[in-house]
């Protein structure tokens, strides 16, 4: 059984409804829809293991791979056996990823998507805060309910959509649009909001999820778990048997805890700083010599020599030279283009602090790594400008304690319950690692101008110390709008359309 959200919305009734996941599809053999389709009736098995247990036979059996399929498609229970033979006993663990299962999942908290979407390897779709007004639903979990602490947590609730209201109501008045006033009027709202996703993944990135999703301290992201085996279990059992957490996965931050108390309470190394009102981003580290690097691997790859006899040639390069042999090898190139490969062996660290709403959006760049620290709220409030201007300040610092009122009550800052009653406004630390070639995606999304203006602050503040750090490898940083002149005219004058 999944978490209960509650929906005190009048249209739909008072009452409790299951967080749900539905397994929508999954990928099988065409040629069992074709049979199927021709009157063949429909198999006993229908799974995709039938894929990934034909694949792994091609690294060793010379037949032909549409046999290969054939045979595994007509001997599923042997088809099972050799992928518990390959996948698990052999550790040929890839053949896993030929199945892929997609869900719809709905009633699902905020805080328990962010532990869902850690896992890089799958692909999201989300309903947006941005564009959606919101429903007044909300997930209570079980357990708020075992402390006492539902009465509290439903009337928690019922003033923050109240506020949230209120602000949507007084921002439109003051003249914004009114799905801007949504956008910025969400940062009222706590964690245990609900939201949708559609999701999909393959069976070896499920089998980890649903392992690691076991192994959470929430009950609600433990029975999201549950409900992944039960959908996905069944039609792929070859697949996905190893879901148990173990030691590793439960205890995995205990000793370093213990062991992390002894540190002195001083601030992050002096990396480059970026600092406002919406967010702080600190460059930790980067490459020292990231446009070396980068713009050696590029020629390097074109002519037949070492690395080594590159990196010389480069360092002894003035900035306008490196420019140049830049501006050659990216001529051409539109917004739309990534960066060639070479960019990734360029890469920086940052230390960034950020509200939940910008996080739920960083999270989603699969390509950096990001880790966290549970919301902080020393760190502060992040208050949207809008509020401010119409005077509403007050409004949202008064949210603020209302959140430290029922954090305190559901056992303090540091209890992992404490996440359901922050804030969109809550900020917490986060450290992201990329190179240079995820990074320019991301600066060509969330420097846009159709990037939320808190995504857009922190992208900006990061772009601003890459530029530094790769004067030339970075200079065409930029979000699509800002750049897209700049790359114009620059193949203009190459003579490229
Ligand atoms: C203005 C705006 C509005 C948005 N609105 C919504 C919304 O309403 N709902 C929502 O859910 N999201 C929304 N997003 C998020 C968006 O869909 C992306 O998830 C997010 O921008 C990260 O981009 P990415 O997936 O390209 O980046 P990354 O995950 O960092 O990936 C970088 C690149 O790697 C490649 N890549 C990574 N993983 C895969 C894969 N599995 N398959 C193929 N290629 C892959 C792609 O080339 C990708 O561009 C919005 C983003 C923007 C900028």
């Given at each position: 059984?999944?978490?209960?959200?509650?929906?005190?919305?009048?249209?739909?009734?008072?009452?409790?409804?299951?967080?749900?996941?539905?397994?929508?599809?999954?990928?099988?053999?065409?040629?069992?829809?074709?049979?199927?389709?021709?009157?063949?009736?429909?198999?006993?098995?229908?799974t995709?293991?039938?894929?990934?247990?034909?694949?792994?036979?091609?690294?060793?059996?010379?037949?032909?791979?549409?046999?290969?399929?054939?045979?595994?498609?007509?001997?599923?229970?042997?088809?099972?056996?050799?992928?518990a033979?390959?996948?698990?006993?052999?550790?040929?663990?890839?053949v896993?990823?030929?199945?892929?299962?997609?869900?719809?999942?709905?009633?699902?908290?905020?805080?328990?998507?962010?532990?869902?979407?850690?896992?890089?390897?799958?692909?999201?779709?989300?309903?947006?805060?941005?564009?959606?007004?919101?429903?007044?639903?909300?997930?209570?979990?079980?357990e708020?309910?075992?402390?006492g602490?539902?009465?509290p947590?439903r009337?928690?609730?019922?003033?923050?959509f109240?506020?949230?209201?209120?602000?949507?109501?007084?921002?439109?008045?003051?003249?914004?649009?009114?799905?801007?006033?949504?956008?910025?009027?969400?940062?009222?709202?706590?964690?245990?909001?609900?939201?949708?996703?559609?999701?999909?993944i393959?069976?070896?990135?499920?089998?980890?999820?649903?392992?690691?999703?076991?192994?959470?301290?929430?009950?609600?992201?433990?029975?999201?778990?549950?409900?992944?085996?039960?959908?996905?279990?069944?039609?792929?059992?070859?697949?996905?048997?190893f879901?148990?957490?173990?030691?590793?996965?439960?205890?995995?931050?205990?000793?370093?805890?213990?062991?992390?108390?002894?540190?002195?309470?001083?601030?992050a190394?002096?990396?480059?700083?970026?600092?406002?009102?919406?967010?702080?981003?600190?460059?930790?580290?980067?490459?020292?010599?990231?446009?070396?690097?980068?713009?050696?691997?590029?020629?390097?790859?074109?002519?037949?020599?070492?690395?080594?006899?590159?990196?010389?040639?480069?360092?002894?390069?003035?900035?306008?030279?490196?420019?140049?042999?830049?501006?050659?090898?990216?001529?051409?190139?539109?917004?739309?283009?990534?960066?060639?490969?070479?960019?990734?062996?360029?890469?920086?660290?940052?230390?960034?602090?950020?509200?939940?709403?910008?996080?739920?959006?960083?999270?989603?760049?699969?390509?950096?790594?990001?880790?966290?620290?549970?919301?902080?709220?020393?760190?502060?409030?992040?208050?949207?400008?809008?509020?401010?201007?119409?005077?509403?300040?007050?409004?949202?610092?008064?949210?603020?304690?209302?959140?430290?009122r029922?954090?305190?009550?559901?056992?303090?800052?540091?209890?992992?319950?404490?996440?359901?009653?922050?804030?969109?406004?809550?900020?917490?630390?986060?450290?992201?690692?990329?190179?240079?070639?995820?990074?320019?995606?991301?600066?060509?999304?969330?420097?846009?101008?159709?990037?939320?203006?808190?995504?857009?602050?922190?992208?900006?503040?990061?772009?601003?110390?890459?530029?530094?750090?790769?004067?030339?490898?970075?200079?065409?940083?930029?979000?699509?709008?800002?750049?897209?002149?700049?790359?114009?005219?620059?193949?203009?004058?190459?003579?490229?359309?």
């Amino acid at each position: 059984m999944l978490a209960a959200s509650w929906r005190p919305s009048g249209e739909r009734g008072l009452g409790y409804v299951m967080a749900k996941i539905v397994l929508a599809g999954f990928n099988i053999d065409y040629e069992v829809l074709q049979d199927i389709r021709n009157g063949g009736g429909v198999p006993e098995f229908v799974t995709p293991e039938t894929i990934s247990a034909a694949y792994a036979r091609i690294s060793r059996d010379p037949t032909d791979v549409g046999e290969l399929r054939r045979k595994s498609r007509n001997e599923v229970l042997k088809a099972r056996q050799s992928n518990a033979a390959i996948v698990f006993g052999m550790g040929h663990h890839s053949v896993a990823e030929h199945a892929v299962f997609n869900f719809d999942i709905t009633d699902v908290s905020r805080l328990a998507i962010e532990a869902l979407e850690s896992h890089r390897l799958a692909s999201y779709t989300e309903k947006s805060q941005r564009y959606i007004k919101l429903d007044e639903d909300f997930v209570l979990p079980a357990e708020i309910e075992q402390a006492g602490a539902a009465d509290p947590f439903r009337e928690y609730m019922a003033r923050s959509f109240f506020r949230y209201r209120k602000l949507v109501d007084a921002l439109t008045s003051s003249g914004m649009d009114e799905k801007l006033a949504g956008e910025d009027a969400r940062y009222v709202l706590p964690l245990a909001v609900t939201g949708q996703l559609g999701m999909t993944i393959n069976a070896r990135s499920l089998e980890h999820l649903i392992k690691r999703l076991a192994s959470h301290p929430l009950s609600e992201v433990r029975e999201l778990s549950t409900a992944f085996l039960d959908v996905a279990g069944p039609v792929a059992p070859s697949l996905i048997r190893f879901v148990e957490p173990g030691h590793y996965d439960l205890h995995r931050y205990e000793a370093a805890i213990e062991a992390a108390r002894a540190l002195p309470t001083i601030p992050a190394s002096d990396g480059p700083m970026e600092t406002g009102p919406e967010s702080t981003v600190r460059m930790i580290a980067c490459d020292p010599e990231g446009d070396v690097f980068i713009l050696a691997t590029l020629v390097q790859g074109v002519i037949n020599r070492g690395l080594g006899p590159a990196i010389e040639w480069v360092r002894g390069l003035s900035t306008e030279e490196r420019m140049k042999v830049f501006e050659s090898i990216t001529a051409g190139m539109s917004i739309h283009d990534p960066m060639p490969r070479e960019f990734e062996h360029a890469g920086m660290t940052f230390e960034i602090i950020m509200s939940a709403a910008a996080f739920g959006q960083a999270k989603r760049h699969r390509m950096a790594s990001i880790t966290t620290q549970p919301y902080d709220p020393s760190l502060g409030i992040t208050i949207p400008k809008s509020v401010y201007a119409a005077s509403l300040a007050n409004f949202m610092i008064e949210a603020f304690d209302d959140a430290h009122r029922m954090v305190d009550l559901l056992g303090g800052p540091s209890s992992a319950l404490a996440g359901y009653a922050w804030l969109n406004a809550n900020r917490r630390r986060c450290v992201m690692t990329l190179n240079l070639r995820e990074f320019y995606h991301m600066s060509r999304l969330r420097e846009d101008g159709h990037a939320q203006w808190d995504i857009r602050d922190i992208a900006s503040r990061m772009s601003r110390t890459v530029k530094r750090a790769f004067p030339v490898c970075g200079s065409l940083l930029g979000g699509k709008d800002m750049v897209r002149d700049a790359i114009r005219e620059r193949n203009r004058k190459a003579g490229i359309d």
